[in-house]
Nanobody
């Protein structure tokens, strides 16, 4: 089992940047596929980005590709989401997620993830 704690959210102006971090407990972090999801008020949760277990293959939602970068540090049990050129429509609660399931890459469905953090608020003002 793994516990996830996000940090780094906040208020930023449009065009600005934020870096989210997710710290994971446990000794088998490298065996988890990690993902970021977000949920805006009144909207369904949506996939943002995912990173594979070892070599760090990445996959992004079209709405963030080219602006967001997901990375992981298996030695520190962390995964990060660097968000640049932020837009008001990026405003949401961002969640870190983890899974050890073996499936078909990329893992873009929330149902494929077993563990979730508590979320961190990102607000982008226009």
């Amino acid at each position: 089992q793994v516990q996830l704690v996000e940090s780094g959210g906040g208020l930023v102006q449009a065009g600005g940047s934020l870096r989210l971090s997710c710290a994971a407990s446990g000794r088998t972090f490298s065996s988890y596929v990690m993902g970021w999801f977000r949920q805006a008020p009144g909207q369904e949760r949506e996939f943002v980005a995912a990173i594979s277990r070892s070599v760090g293959s990445t996959y992004y939602a079209g709405s963030v590709k080219g602006r967001f970068t997901i990375s992981r540090d298996n030695a520190k049990n962390t995964v990060a989401l660097q968000m640049n050129s932020l837009k008001p429509e990026d405003t949401a609660v961002y969640y870190c997620a983890a899974t050890r399931k073996v499936g078909r890459w990329p893992y873009i469905s929330g149902g494929e993830y077993d563990y979730w953090g508590q979320g961190t608020q990102v607000t982008v003002s226009s």
